[in-house]
């Protein structure tokens, strides 16, 4: 999943900075319905993931049955915990 194809599929947009809160919003909607209905195990984590960047991710234990994949989330959680922190 290449991050600014879902910027375009979701939000209709190439670039973050050109997000309405109503193209944000809808974009969002449009994300968790995908995200429910998505049986590939990888797909769903990067769905996922772009979730979590904009706040807007399910709970891990509701998100995924399998805690290798809950395990996972956590990583992608702290790892985007320390990035902020380098750049702040």
């Not at 999943?1 to 309405?20: C, I, K, S």
Request: charged fraction near 35%; glycine fraction near 6%.
């Amino acid at each position: 999943m290449n991050f600014d194809d879902q910027l375009h599929r979701y939000f209709g947009v190439r670039e973050v900075e050109a997000l309405t809160p109503d193209a944000l919003a809808a974009g969002i909607e449009h994300m968790c319905v995908d995200f429910g209905l998505e049986t590939d195990q990888r797909r769903r984590f990067a769905l996922w993931s772009l979730m979590f960047l904009l706040g807007a991710a399910p709970d891990l234990d509701e998100a995924f049955e399998d805690p290798a994949d809950r395990d996972a989330a956590r990583d992608f959680m702290e790892m985007m915990e320390r990035a902020e922190e380098d750049d702040g």
